[in-house]
């Protein structure tokens, strides 16, 4: 490695180190508030329109894939306009960072409902409460480059998730509403924690 190389090398790592010790000002109140109504408008979709969750589980999850990929699109063009707003020649890395902290999580969740309807569809109930534990997992994995009052989420939604679990171990059945408000509520806490944290003129640039 020639010594251009190698200094470039460090100059990554040092800019590298640097986004992991930085609070991260990517996620936008709004964007996140957004999110919660994206989980409202899903539920109640499929409470009008999906008679019986529990007998169609492949809807339901398809439903509830759908409204996290538009989630996650609205929080990743949030993320990219603010970080170069507010972290400058940092933000590829912030956001790189806040994508290794949160992704493996949000995989988990895919694949994890993958292998219950393909091989245990009858254990598909179990789907809301784990899903909520496993966001849960990844705000703790955030949390380091998060406002410290970010943890209250992490906590809302392990304590939400193993309340939809225990729920819903009394009859195995599936409900919308056990994904729309404990979403609904977790994103709008978090929405409000940053609003707070940045300032209200922060909340809407």
């Not at 020649?89 to 960072?97: E, P, S, T, Y």
């Not at 245990?120 to 809301?128: A, G, K, R």
Request: hydrophobic content about 55%; overall charge neutral; aromatic content about 8%.
């Amino acid at each position: 490695m020639s010594d251009l190389d190698k200094a470039l090398a460090d100059i990554v790592a040092i800019r590298s180190r640097i986004a992991a010790d930085t609070v991260f000002r990517g996620y936008g109140p709004a964007a996140l508030a957004a999110t919660g109504g994206v989980a409202l408008l899903t539920a109640l979709a499929q409470a009008l329109w999906l008679a019986d969750p529990t007998a169609s589980p492949l809807a339901f999850v398809l439903g509830w894939v759908a409204a996290a990929v538009v989630s996650g699109g609205i929080v990743w063009w949030e993320m990219r306009r603010r970080a170069h707003r507010h972290h400058s020649g940092l933000a590829d890395a912030m956001i790189h960072n806040a994508a290794q902290q949160f992704l493996p999580s949000a995989a988990a969740g895919l694949l994890l409902a993958a292998v219950l309807l393909l091989h245990t569809p009858e254990s598909v109930w179990m789907l809301p409460g784990l899903w909520q534990l496993l966001v849960g997992i990844g705000i703790f994995a955030s949390a380091r480059t998060l406002p410290r009052g970010i943890v209250l989420v992490g906590g809302w939604y392990f304590a939400a998730g193993l309340a939809v679990l225990m729920l819903g171990s009394a009859d195995h059945a599936l409900s919308p509403w056990t994904m729309g408000l404990p979403f609904l509520i977790g994103q709008g806490l978090m929405a409000a924690i940053l609003r707070r944290e940045y300032g209200a003129d922060d909340a809407r640039d």
